[in-house]
């Protein structure tokens, strides 16, 4: 059955002369009519606009349950095979048709698609990062009109592309592999890439109309887009300002006047200009305002000031003095550089630096990889949840994301937090792990989307660095996808998108900021390379993704000293609270379906296994299910010492300097930030936005301040003291040597540091051994003893969390057992929704992790050592709690109550 609203839309203002006149087609704005239907009309449901056809089917109970429940994800495929038809009826009025032009304009399309209004085809849609403007005049009528758009099933629009394709040579990969369950040949569609499924993800091929979509009518033009770029003189910064219109291809000058204006007390500037068209229908004009120095603060990224914003607003009028339109954005003033110079050693060239300098500080980037929030991107922006994923970066002392190129161009509002919590942004464009079609179509889509892209996302001051793509040097260069036979046509391709097609465009748009053509990639070496390096890898250039999931990963001595550690990881499963939600009872054990089916990364569960037994000792339980909450427990345990070991290891490289010209590390991103379900994942926060142990341990090791102690392969304890401030400190470190069995440290020494400004320094090297049995370990002194440090300052000035070192593995040693830590009391703070809790112990406890269940929110530390009899922590409640109701819902536990 069809069933026909009609709607009357008044929801347009029109002036008599040259004001745009909008009429929102989203269900919002009018009330509902959006329809979507399958090919043969036996599904005929209501539809969201913006939103999406599994939205929908779920909304109309048609999807029975969630789409993350159990096995979900391969029961609704069938979704994505489908033909899904999206119609409206709606109605226009007189004051509107009579404008000059009329565009009908798809803030996104995912993906393929034909457009129909009134049965008359006006175009097709194939690329969901593009916006399309149909021009529509001569068919848009007064009162009812029909709108359709007719989706291909993006998996066999993705084959058919394919196909097509390979009657030349193929593209690959041929597909995902199997472990992921995942959909064939995303790359021949510019579509979110892990919407076919990745390693930490599911296939939910999507199609929809998920943003939003307006009818405009104007008679002059309409104001599209408005970039910013400050740059910086001797004594003022240089804003300037290009606003772009469009129109009807057939308009030949557009003339008006712009006027630019900052909340602040400057000099607005107004121009009045008659603009000849960049091409048809497109028309540009920049204006240029100059800001005295010290009118403005600049932005700084976390750790370093405050992210100081400014509005700015556009207005654009036409010859009559009528608004044709007008923007308000917020801007922040600061430069940006990627430093690639010499390093030299013994004046003999040893590669290029590669760090980001912001207002002409060196910023040591920490932070982590980004993913689209969800697999479905009409709920891929939901306020809260980006909110809460970013504060939570931020919470962690992070200053950038990486924005990883096989996701989403994220929303506004992504990067309007990342603007006002101070989050560097290294953009990837969306390209991941594939070799890419070249075919013109292609080219010019891809044109198109950067184009947008980048002028959608130039103001923001988050934005650092453009990036072509995510390891696809790597991947041509080490033939994953068996391109080898071929490599001259693959990397001819190569370069024609990334290097001919998407860099000029880069380039011509955005003379502010970086581009590098990959990632990893060896910067401008790889240029000089030729584009794809012999290794992408190289630890003198650029930046480097390293896995290794058979190495020691506990061992600082197994990582590659880099100049900028873009990724790294170790996985986990997420908490049993977040996994509960989507299963049942006896899908939660390491032996079942579900978890086996959860996990993409092939051989996972079985690394994952290998690496805590490889450090801790994992008491033989009765059955798997018993089991399960302690493997996840100390498998959050091993993804967040590994991730610890690593980052401390690439933060103490900022200092080093090898011989061969190693090292002068200046970035450590980790993957991966956040999760797009639940399941394994390499991931420190869950879907749902509760930390895992990796996100506590990511607060502390991403500290302004750091005592940072390891081991060399020689057998040195080596004590560094790291610092990202820009002050020198005067600071007290002790260091305590304990034995497993008491809480007084058998010795204890006390020494004063200047804490040197953004840098790392060595205070201490002894003979590890040596040092332990002076402090009276005895015999096996690896095993009978840990180490303990805490770095302070006399006035408290700096962050600074206490550190560790285990000499010896955990599954050997001696004295070692379960700890009876209490729940002492729990008391409010001082502020709102926060609590004092204090816990006690009667032996050292090690990886304490308290869990508050059902109640939502994040403690000031978790999985921490317990060395002294009674401990305080904070709890940051997100809902409204009692103190007894969150005392009665905390559980704790620690590493001797498994062993
Ligand atoms: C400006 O106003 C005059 C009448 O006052 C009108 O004829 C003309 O079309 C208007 N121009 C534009 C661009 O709106
Ligand atoms: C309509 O198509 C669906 C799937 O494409 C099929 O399962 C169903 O039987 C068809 N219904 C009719 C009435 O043809
Ligand atoms: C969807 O459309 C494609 C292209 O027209 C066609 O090949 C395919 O059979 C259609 N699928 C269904 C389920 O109708
Ligand atoms: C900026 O200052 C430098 C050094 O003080 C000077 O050489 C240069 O000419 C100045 N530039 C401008 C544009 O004033
Ligand atoms: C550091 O050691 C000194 C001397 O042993 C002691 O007085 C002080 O309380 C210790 N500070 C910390 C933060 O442990
Ligand atoms: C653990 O400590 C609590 C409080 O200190 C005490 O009441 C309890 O008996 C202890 N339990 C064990 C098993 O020692």
């Known amino acids: 059955m069809i069933r026909t609203i009609v709607l009357i839309a008044s929801l347009f203002s029109v002036s008599k002369y040259g004001e745009a006149a909008k009429m929102h087609l989203d269900s919002s704005s009018l009330d509902g009519g959006w329809r979507a239907r399958n090919a043969n009309g036996s599904i005929d449901i209501e539809a969201v606009v913006p939103g999406g056809i599994y939205t929908d089917l779920r909304e109309a109970r048609i999807l029975t349950e969630d789409i993350y429940y159990r096995f979900n994800d391969i029961n609704y495929r069938w979704v994505s095979k489908e033909n899904w038809t999206y119609s409206l009826k709606f109605e226009v009025e007189d004051t509107f048709i009579e404008k000059q032009e009329i565009f009908l304009v798809f803030h996104g399309v995912d993906t393929v698609a034909s457009v129909y209004l009134n049965n008359e085809h006006i175009g097709n849609t194939d690329n969901m990062f593009v916006r399309y403007s149909f021009p529509v005049k001569s068919i848009v009528k007064l009162g009812e009109n029909t709108l359709e758009v007719q989706f291909e099933s993006s998996i066999t629009a993705a084959e058919r592309r394919y196909e097509q394709q390979a009657l030349q040579y193929p593209v690959p990969p041929t597909c995902v592999p199997d472990e992921y369950r995942g959909e064939c040949h995303a790359n021949h569609l510019r579509k979110m890439q892990a919407s076919f499924s990745w390693d930490w993800g599911p296939a939910f091929p999507s199609a929809g109309i998920w943003k939003n979509v307006e009818l405009e009518a104007f008679d002059v033009a309409v104001l599209r887009e408005v970039t910013t770029s400050a740059t910086l003189t001797n004594s003022s910064w240089l804003l300037q300002i290009r606003i772009f219109l469009e129109t009807g291809e057939q308009i030949l000058t557009v003339s008006g006047t712009f006027d630019a204006r900052l909340d602040i007390d400057v000099e607005p500037v107004t121009e009045t200009a008659e603009l000849l068209p960049d091409e048809p229908g497109q028309f540009s004009k920049t204006l240029t305002m100059e800001i005295p120095k010290d009118k403005v603060e600049v932005w700084w990224p976390n750790g370093f000031g405050s992210q100081k914003l400014y509005t700015l607003s556009v207005t654009v009028r036409d010859d009559n003095e009528t608004v044709i339109g007008q923007v308000s954005l917020r801007i922040g003033f600061r430069t940006i550089e990627l430093v690639q110079e010499p390093i030299l050693v013994q004046e003999e060239v ?123 040097e790597a991947a041509l260069r080490d033939n994953w996808y068996g391109t080898s036979t071929d490599f001259l046509l693959y990397k001819s391709d190569y370069i024609k998108l990334y290097v001919d097609t998407i860099r000029p465009v880069v380039l011509a748009e955005d003379t502010t900021r970086p581009f590098i053509v990959s990632s990893p990639t060896n910067g401008i070496q790889s240029e000089l390379d030729g584009y794809i390096a012999e290794d992408p890898y190289s630890p003198l250039y650029g930046d480097v993704h390293y896995y290794n999931y058979l190495a020691d990963a506990w061992n600082p001595n197994t990582y590659p ?183 007084t440290p058998i010795s204890q020494t006390s020494n004063t540091y200047t804490l040197q400004a953004a840098s790392v320094k060595k205070v201490f090297s002894n003979n590890l051994l040596d040092y332990l049995r002076d402090a009276g370990c005895g015999q096996d002194a690896e095993k009978n003893c840990f180490l303990y440090f805490s770095l302070t300052t006399k006035n408290g000035d700096i962050t600074s969390p206490d550190n560790f070192l285990f000499p010896g593995p955990l599954k050997e040693l001696t004295n070692f057992e379960a700890a009876n830590i209490t729940l002492t009391s729990v008391t409010p703070g001082t502020d709102a929704n926060t609590f004092e809790i204090e816990i006690s112990t009667d032996r050292v406890a090690l990886f304490v992790w308290l869990e508050a269940n059902d109640v939502a929110g994040e403690f000031s530390d978790n999985g921490f050592l317990l060395v002294t009899p009674t401990w305080k922590v904070e709890f940051t409640a997100k809902t409204d709690v009692t103190s007894d109701k969150l005392k009665n819902a905390l559980t704790v536990v620690s590493l001797g109550d498994s062993y």
């Open 350 to 472: 040893r590669g290029l630096s590669f760090y980001v300098k912001v207002n002409n500080v060196p910023i040591f980037s920490k932070g982590s990889n980004w993913i689209p929030s969800h697999i479905l991107p009409e709920k891929s922006a939901e306020p809260d949840v980006i909110n809460d994923l970013l504060s939570s970066a931020k919470a962690a002392h992070m200053n950038m994301l990486r924005v990883w190129g096989g996701g989403l161009y994220e929303s506004d509002l992504f990067y309007r937090l990342a603007d006002e919590l101070g989050l560097l942004i290294w953009q990837d464009f969306m390209f991941a792990c594939s070799m890419y079609p070249t075919n013109r179509e292609f080219l010019d889509s891809v044109t198109k989307e950067v184009t947008q892209q980048v002028r959608r996302l130039h103001h923001h001051p988050s934005v650092v660095i453009w990036a072509g793509n995510n390891e696809n």
């Open 561 to 743: 000293n880099t100049r900028f550690a873009s990724e790294y990881g170790i996985q986990s499963f997420p908490s049993l609270k977040t996994l509960s939600l989507v299963s049942i009872p006896s899908d939660l054990s390491m032996q079942s379906e579900f978890i086996d089916h959860r996990q993409h990364h092939p051989g996972g569960n079985d690394e994952l296994r290998y690496e805590i037994e490889q450090h801790m000792k994992l008491k033989k339980y009765e059955t798997p299910e018993e089991e399960f909450p302690t493997f996840i427990y100390f498998a959050q345990i091993n993804q967040a010492m590994s991730i610890k070991t690593a980052t401390e290891f690439y933060r103490r490289g900022r200092g080093l300097l090898t011989s061969d010209g190693q090292g002068v590390t200046m970035g450590a991103l980790y993957w991966q930030l956040n999760d797009i379900w639940q399941g394994a994942s390499w991931a420190s926060l869950e879907f749902g936005g509760r930390w895992k142990m990796l996100q506590y341990f990511a607060r502390n090791f991403f500290a302004p301040a750091l005592v940072s102690p390891s081991v060399t392969p020689a057998g040195e304890l080596e004590v560094h003291l790291i610092s990202d401030y820009l002050e020198d400190k005067e600071t007290l470190l002790n260091v305590s040597v304990y034995k497993w069995d008491s809480l």
